[in-house]
């Protein structure tokens, strides 16, 4: 439609309110529907930063393009198609979303809360975490044997298994010619099903053949997929019984493609008018497939003394194809409940038979309502990677929630997948804090994937290094399979690209905020901003979590107003009036008490010795002992035992290797030598008080500086190191970061 130009009053929304609507909008009439869009002014007058949520990245991200290009067209007086964008964005919407079968599934572990990452752009899914991780692509699940998907595939082998146990099937075999194959038809009496060996999705199929000719057009189809046999047809109609495990969960009958004679419209029109139906599409995203015109259907229409001009009179049911299908234009209508005990029994040894986990078992018989015996039926095939959307949202009757059914063989009750995961955060003390929940965890046996500012640590072994403490790393930690247990911290600049790497965590730390770090970048130029981007982990604590918080910093111990979970506070002081408070209702605190790091809850209370502590050097190094209190919070909110947490504060030293860096202290020629990794005010007046607290005759520093911190951020920095040492040596590292 043609658009008038959208003029901006002072006192009305900017386009850039008009630009997050309109994502919204086109979503949302393209079928994805979205609610939530956020639009915000930075500190830069005009200009504005906005959120639009997606339920596919490709969609929100063309409709952000699309609204940006209508947004464009009105102000110039312009054209913009409307139905073409939205056509575009259903259409890609189609192609990347999950399709129904895996979907369901999805849907299934979303509702027990089990997280769930999309490994390909198809139907590759990995449901939990690390070591309690499962998989699955479309219906199959990770414990399926290649060698049992292969003999499903073969027709003639699983019908020789299934014969062998007992199951009825019918006759014939693989033939190699349209002649050999004729003289099958004629060993085994008419009439017929020509199919491939080993096909899928009905593909090639042809059944109730009762002429050369027929077969003839039949083979050729089959021959084109592969190895061609030829089988006994069997009366009656097809049912696809779903086997999950050891139970039959859900059944169709599937009813081949058809259209019922008006009078007056041709078949090829009646065709054209089923296919019309909105819930008909071209692939397996919607409940039903188009009925497709081709070969096999005009054959079939001869059969019945029909061609695709011809009018059927009013009533009469003229059927495109014999095979029942979905994915040939089939419809399904549900049976669960009808199926005898003893046709489920059958369904349930095909499966175990052939060795698969989820099994589509095709059955074709006059009912199922009695034992296949009763009515000479039998199990034509069976299927690894069934199609679920038949029994999902079948034509007619009741759908199924057969999902759920799959998720419940992967998990067990009250199993959600999760490992425990921990996300440190803060300005300072973070990487420290991260290496030691680490390796307390690591001591309680457990194995541990790490990330932080160093690298990727899983089970001991680094796996990767550089700056790894955005949500990417994260996500590569909980797709180890051998992570026990992970740490992440969790920095600013990952949060603000791509959030977080998780959905939510069993503990988030946060060791301070103080004056602050990065100011002045992404928009965020005070400490409130910042702590409101750090409070993010807090925000996504699990119920039965905990966040523990610094009860000094006031901006830090605010955060517990949005914690979903509980809190745990830490401060040196006993006395500190948060902490007190906390304490005094009975709640979890770890504080400083007589040499010792205390954990207090109620009446209950545990203790460790500084002394004890050989990362605090005896409880010396005030930021190190406030380092010790967060891991030991945290670890206590995982629930390690006592004697363990003991054992590992012990075992922790802060040398170059444990954490370089990070307070190392070396002796060298007599002189104590300190590398620190500081880069904030804060920090070095944390580095200035522990140094203070060591003797020396005297003291020197060298001092380099990031290039993408504020000059007011340097020299500050820089004022604090030079008032407290006697010899001060400038040096310009390689971190210059986009400037000297």
């Known amino acids: 439609p043609q658009l008038g130009p959208l003029r901006r009053e002072p006192d009305q929304a900017s386009l850039a309110h008009v630009l997050e609507i309109a994502t919204l909008a086109l ?308 049976v669960t409940d009808e199926v005898h005990p003893e046709v489920a029994a059958r369904a349930v040894t095909a499966a175990r038979m052939v060795g698969l986990e989820i099994c589509g078992v095709d059955v074709v018989c006059e009912t199922v309502v009695r034992p296949l015996e009763e009515t000479g039926g039998g199990i034509v095939e069976v299927n690894a990677a069934p199609g679920l959307r038949m029994h999902l949202s079948p034509s007619y009757g009741k759908g199924r929630d057969v999902g759920e059914a799959v998720i419940s063989r992967l998990f067990a009750p009250g199993e959600d997948g999760r490992v425990p995961v921990v996300a440190v955060t803060g300005t300072n003390g973070k990487t420290t804090t991260t290496r030691l929940i680490a390796h307390l965890l690591a001591a309680s046996g457990l194995r541990v994937g790490m990330t932080n500012t160093d690298g990727v640590h899983v089970n001991g072994r680094q796996t990767d290094s550089g700056d790894c403490s955005g949500p990417k790393s994260a996500r590569n930690v909980l797709m180890h399979p051998e992570v026990d247990a992970a740490v992440f911290e969790t920095a600013r600049g990952g949060v603000l690209r791509e959030g977080l790497g998780f959905d939510r965590c069993q503990v988030a730390v946060v060791t301070n905020i103080g004056a602050g770090d990065h100011l002045g970048l992404n928009y965020i130029t005070t400490v409130e901003d910042l702590a409101v981007l750090k409070r993010v982990i807090v925000q996504n604590v699990a119920e039965d979590g905990y966040a523990v918080l610094n009860a000094t910093d006031p901006n830090v111990a605010r955060m517990a ?127 200035v008080a522990a140094v203070e607290g060591m003797p020396a005759q005297r003291r020197s520093v060298v001092i380099s500086g990031a290039g993408d911190r504020r000059d007011e951020d340097i020299r500050e920095q820089t004022q604090i190191l030079g008032d407290a040492f006697d010899d001060v040596i400038l040096y310009q590292d390689a971190c210059q970061r986009g400037r000297e």
């Open 27 to 334: 979503q949302a009439q393209a079928g994805c529907p979205v609610t939530f869009s956020r639009t915000t002014e930075t500190t830069e007058a005009g200009t504005y930063q906005v959120v639009v949520e997606y339920t596919e990245e490709a969609v929100g991200r063309r409709a952000l393009t699309a609204a940006a290009d209508l947004i464009r067209a009105a102000l110039a007086g312009g054209f913009f198609d409307v139905e073409g964008t939205l056509t575009a964005l259903r259409e890609l919407d189609e192609d990347v979303r999950l399709g129904p079968s895996t979907g369901s599934i999805v849907q299934a572990a979303v509702a027990r809360g089990i997280p769930y990452r999309r490994l390909t752009s198809g139907s590759l899914v990995q449901f939990g975490w690390g070591s309690r991780q499962r998989r699955i692509w479309a219906a199959e699940i990770d414990s399926t044997s290649a060698v049992s998907e292969s003999i499903a595939q073969d027709k003639d082998l699983t019908k020789t298994l299934l014969r062998a146990a007992g199951v009825p099937v019918p006759w014939g075999r693989p033939v190699d010619s349209a002649d050999e194959a004729w003289t099958v038809a004629q060993e085994i009496g008419l009439p017929v099903v020509i199919k491939p060996q080993d096909g899928n999705q009905g593909k090639g199929v042809t059944v109730n053949i009762v002429s050369r000719e027929h077969l003839d057009i039949a083979y050729r189809v089959a021959a084109e997929i592969g190895q061609v046999m030829v089988e006994k047809f069997l009366p009656g109609s097809d049912f696809r019984l779903l086997v999950v495990g050891d139970r039959l969960v859900a059944a169709a009958r599937r009813d081949p493609p058809q259209v019922i004679g008006d009078g007056q419209h041709t078949v090829r029109e009646l065709v054209d008018m089923v296919n019309s139906d909105p819930r008909r599409g071209d692939g397996h995203a919607t409940s039903l497939t188009k009925i497709r015109f081709d070969d096999i259907a005009i054959a079939r229409l001869q059969i019945q003394g029909l061609t695709a001009d011809d009018v059927p009179e009013k009533g009469r049911r003229v059927v495109l194809r014999n095979n029942a299908n979905l994915s040939t234009g089939g419809s399904a209508t549900d």
């Open 561 to 687: 107003a949005v914690c979903p979970g509980s809190v745990i506070y830490f401060a040196a002081d006993a006395q500190q009036p948060v902490l007190a408070t906390h304490r005094a209702q009975g709640l979890r605190c770890v504080f400083v008490e007589d040499g010792h790091i205390v954990a207090a809850e109620g009446s209950w209370r545990e203790r460790v010795a500084l002394r004890d502590v050989p990362l605090t050097r005896n409880g010396s190094i005030g930021f190190q002992v406030e380092n010790a209190m967060a891991s030991v919070a945290a670890v206590w909110g995982v629930g390690l035992d006592w004697s363990v947490i003991r054992a590992g504060l012990a075992s922790f030293v802060n040398d170059a290797d444990n954490a370089p860096g990070r307070f190392n202290v070396m002796d060298y020629r007599g002189a104590t030598v300190i590398a620190d990794y500081g880069h904030n005010p804060d920090a070095m007046r944390a580095l």
